[in-house]
């Protein structure tokens, strides 16, 4: 009967199967995480701001003046352009802040000189 004492013994000191790995430390695992979200709200928001901005004015004009207006080829357009080009960004940002809060009448009076060559 000590055979089977001997044996627990032997197979929990000297087992022959691995013992486990470290695991990575839980601080490496946060660390990278918050780096990966910093670098998601660092690169990602520019071309989300865009798409909000082109979204809005394209919209806009659709509702205002041309219910067949092909918004999804407009927003494309100028969130190409706004992405190439830091003057168009700038002008579709005016356009987008001088649309808001102004009704159809009043944009297209208040606003022709910001929203010219974003929209028709």
């Given amino acids: ?21 470290e695991s990575i430390p839980m601080k490496n695992l946060v660390l990278a995480g918050l780096l990966s979200v910093g670098a998601l709200l660092f690169f990602g928001c520019s071309a989300a701001q865009n ?9 806009r004009y659709q509702s205002c003046f041309d219910a067949s207006y092909d918004t999804g080829a407009c ?7 706004s992405n190439s080009n830091a003057d168009y960004m700038a002008k579709s940002t ?10 159809c009448a009043s944009a297209t009076f208040t606003c022709g000189t ?3 060559g974003i929209v028709p």
């Fill in 75 to 81: 927003e494309q357009r100028c969130r190409d352009n």
């Fill in 51 to 59: 798409a909000i901005d082109c979204n809005g004015i394209c919209d």
């Fill in 1 to 21: 009967m000590s055979g089977g004492t001997d044996l627990a013994r032997v197979s929990s000191s000297n087992s022959p199967l691995p013992q486990p790995q």
């Fill in 94 to 103: 005016d356009c987008s802040n001088c649309i808001t809060d102004k009704s």
């Fill in 114 to 116: 910001q929203c010219a």
